[in-house]
């Protein structure tokens, strides 16, 4: 620690303590293990904190109030509670929100009940190669056409419906549309929302706000619960991104609270979940069918995306954690993690953004569907029967289909 401008020895033990009570242990008994020495240089001061900067300074007093790792400890149980909100509000608002706008799943035709073909979906494959149809058309006695329906229709039906979608876009438009009205409120009235360079003022000696607490903890909390979902909620093609984007922002934030970056870590909440709003609100739209709504909401997405995402997120944001500290403090380690951190996020904004593009080149040539990353259903064949399918494709009258489609 400092002590009259000099640089004052702490001792060993001292320096532990220091670190339990940042969060928020009691000392506990004096032993020495592989545990506690991994905690001691997991908390050590110069991996988390600028010099001369030690946990021993950010203690509470004096009208000031930091932030503790056991701060964190609600964040379990609120994640719990936001996803039993999200059931009442998907039951309760949701599904009559569904209702008035039209929402409606598509009918469809299901696959037979067969042991044999059900086995090998679930061990083998979901998509079987042309050798592993032929192989079950002898089990079976089925043509190669049969087979290949049945597979078509058993894949639909793990495919979610549009009213499971529209509950799902739902819910995140509501969280997303209350947690950047939040942000707005919390941070309208301070200096660093207008002037970055304050965001660094007297750091990490900043006292921590009732706001910025909230927050925090509300927004962890629906990433932490979004985790737990993940393998209910819809499956879409950048599935893997997704969890690399909920990790990653649990981890920044989670960080930025410890290492006391809470001013900037609001800012980068902020500007994340405005464009949000948009993109969950068009898929709304989309899933009831009103096509002008939602290609309109989606040209103001797209614009408000490269807006916030790639141009306020890498050139203030970034650049106000890159640049600013520096005239305060020299590199530490967490000033080098936390900006690595905020480049990862900038390299998803970047593949989602690609995906954006494409989806408005379709838009603008009138062939944009639905949403890019997701899957589309397989069409099924007419009704008809089999054989008066198979007899018209072997005619060669032209109008037969390939594939089902």
């Not at 969280?175 to 360079?197: E, H, I, N």
């Not at 997405?301 to 997120?313: D, G, Q, S």
């Amino acid at each position: 620690m400092v002590v009259n401008g000099k640089h004052a020895f702490v001792p060993h033990d001292q320096g532990r303590i220091n670190a339990r009570a940042y969060l928020g242990l009691s000392p506990g008994p004096r032993r020495e293990s592989r545990v506690m020495m991994l905690s001691e240089w997991f908390w050590w001061d110069r991996l988390w904190l600028p010099r001369p900067v030690t946990w021993a300074d950010l203690k509470d007093g004096e009208g000031r109030v930091y932030a503790r790792v056991s701060h964190l400890y609600i964040i379990l149980p609120v994640a719990v509670l936001l996803l039993g909100l999200r059931a009442l509000y998907e039951r309760l608002i949701a599904v009559p929100l569904a209702e008035a706008l039209g929402v409606k799943d598509k009918i469809r035709k299901g696959a037979s009940h067969n042991p044999v073909l059900e086995k090998h979906y679930k061990t083998h494959a979901k998509h079987p190669t042309q050798a592993d149809i032929k192989g079950v058309c002898k089990k079976l006695g089925w043509s190669e056409r049969q087979v290949e329906r049945w597979f078509r229709r058993r894949r639909n039906q793990d495919r979610p419906g549009v009213l499971k979608k529209f509950k799902e876009a739902s819910w995140r438009f509501a969280f997303y549309l209350c947690s950047t009205f939040g942000g707005v409120l919390a941070l309208y009235d301070k200096p660093w929302f207008y002037d970055l360079r304050v965001v660094w003022a007297g750091f990490p000696k900043q006292s921590l706000l009732d706001s910025q607490y909230w927050y925090y903890i509300i927004e962890m909390s629906f990433y932490g619960s979004l985790l737990f979902s993940v393998a209910a909620d819809v499956k879409r093609k950048d599935f893997k991104e997704q969890l690399v984007h909920h990790w990653a922002t649990l981890t920044l934030l989670s960080f930025s609270w410890c290492a006391n970056y809470i001013r900037i870590g609001t800012l980068v909440m902020l500007a994340h979940d405005t464009s949000d709003v948009l993109l969950e609100s068009a898929k709304m739209f989309n899933y009831a069918g009103w096509e002008t709504v939602c290609n309109s909401i989606f040209v103001v997405f797209a614009l408000v995306f490269m807006l916030t995402r790639l141009i306020i997120f890498p050139f203030w944001l970034i650049h106000c954690t890159w640049v600013y500290p520096l005239d305060q403090f020299e590199p530490f380690f967490g000033y080098y993690f936390f900006n690595v951190m905020l480049v990862v996020l900038l390299l998803l904004h970047v593949f989602w953004a690609s995906l954006i593009l494409r989806m408005v080149k379709k838009f603008l040539f009138g062939k944009l569907k639905g949403d890019e990353r997701s899957d589309d259903e397989e069409e099924d064949e007419e009704d008809g029967s089999e054989e008066d399918y198979t007899h018209t494709y072997s005619n060669g009258s032209g109008n037969g289909l390939s594939n089902g489609h």
